[in-house]
Nanobody, 122 residues
Framework: VQLQASGGGLVQAGGSLRVSCAASGRTSSTYFMAWFRQGPGKEREFVAR????????YYADSVKGRFTISRDIAKNTVYLQMTGLKPEDTAVYYC????????????????WGQGTQVTVSS
């Protein structure tokens, strides 16, 4: 599966942004999907993940209550709706897919998109 992330940009603190991850190739509904992010000088960290059907989702404590992950199976697309953005949310956001692993470790996801930059100004 090939992944293409988009939708990043510059937003003021408190604002909202939605990033998207379009999958091509093998049908994305056969994959667990996740979003990760990597801030300047930081390691890549888990943000959110969603099950194959979209019935289950999990979030990092730092984004819980502010971010929502969802997927449109018909469009082969996964979304990350971000609200109440903070400067510390500034990072490159990556989507990832795995056919077998459904957890928070980035090392277990073999398929990655190219990343989209999200910058939150104070």
């Amino acid at each position: 599966v090939q992944l293409q992330a988009s939708g990043g940009g510059l937003v003021q603190a408190g604002g909202s942004l939605r990033v998207s991850c379009a999958a091509s190739g093998r049908t994305s509904s056969t994959y667990f999907m996740a979003w990760f992010r990597q801030g300047p000088g930081k390691e890549r960290e888990f943000v959110a993940r969603i099950s194959r059907t979209g019935s289950s989702s999990y979030y990092a404590d730092s984004v819980k209550g502010r971010f929502t992950i969802s997927r449109d199976i018909a469009k082969n697309t996964v979304y990350l709706q971000m609200t109440g953005l903070k400067p510390e949310d500034t990072a490159v956001y990556y989507c990832a897919a795995s056919s077998s692993y459904f957890g928070p470790s980035p090392n277990q996801y073999p398929n990655w998109g190219q990343g989209t930059q999200v910058t939150v100004s104070s």
